[in-house]
């Protein structure tokens, strides 16, 4: 059998993947009612489920290992009312500018105050250009 080739699987589950911006910047569900919408109307498509994607951003955006899942649980919360399935992505970087209108994720703002002092934190390629929505793989060897 080919690679990719399901012609023999009894079923393979949809889940189709929920916006960027269903989170603010504070960890709020932004809209609840309008994500009930969504979802019912998902569910009258038949998807198995929903992709979400929680940022360390906006999870822990303040303070180090102070982790913040209200409007996360909220989410989740609202779907379980659905009887659908999560995917979780569990999101260790900015979300970069898409200009479809998305919102824009960065990396914790407590690293961003590290960054102005220390650029090496930042992921950089062999031609020395900084990715500032990555951290260096090596940045676990850094005080921080």
Same mark, same amino acid.
């Given at each position: 059998m080919?690679? *990719?080739?399901y012609?023999?699987?009894?079923? &393979?589950?949809v889940?189709?993947s929920?916006p960027m911006?269903?989170i603010?910047? @504070?960890?709020?569900l932004v809209?609840?009612?309008g994500?009930?919408?969504?979802l ?11 992709i979400v994607y929680?940022?360390?951003g ?9 982790y913040?899942?209200? *409007?996360y ?5 609202i &779907? ?5 399935k999560?995917q979780?992505?569990?999101?260790f @970087?900015?979300?970069g500018?898409t ?5 824009l994720i960065s990396?914790?703002?407590?690293i961003?105050e590290?960054?102005?002092?220390n650029?090496d ?5 062999c031609e020395g250009?900084?990715n500032?929505?990555?951290l260096s793989? *090596?940045?676990?060897?850094e005080?921080i």
């Open positions: 080919l690679a *990719g080739d012609t023999k699987t009894p079923y &393979i589950p889940y189709a929920l911006g269903i603010n910047s @504070h960890c709020q809209d609840p009612e994500v009930r919408t969504e019912r109307h998902l569910k009258s498509l038949n998807v198995d489920g929903v929680c940022w360390c906006i999870v822990e955006a303040w303070i180090p290992r102070k913040e899942w209200s *409007g649980r909220d989410l989740f919360g &779907i379980k009312e659905f009887k659908l999560v979780v992505v569990l999101s @970087h900015g979300s500018e200009g479809s209108g998305d919102v990396l914790p703002n407590w961003m590290i960054a102005k002092e650029q934190i930042f992921f950089t390629d250009r900084r500032t929505e990555c793989w *090596g940045i676990d060897k005080c």
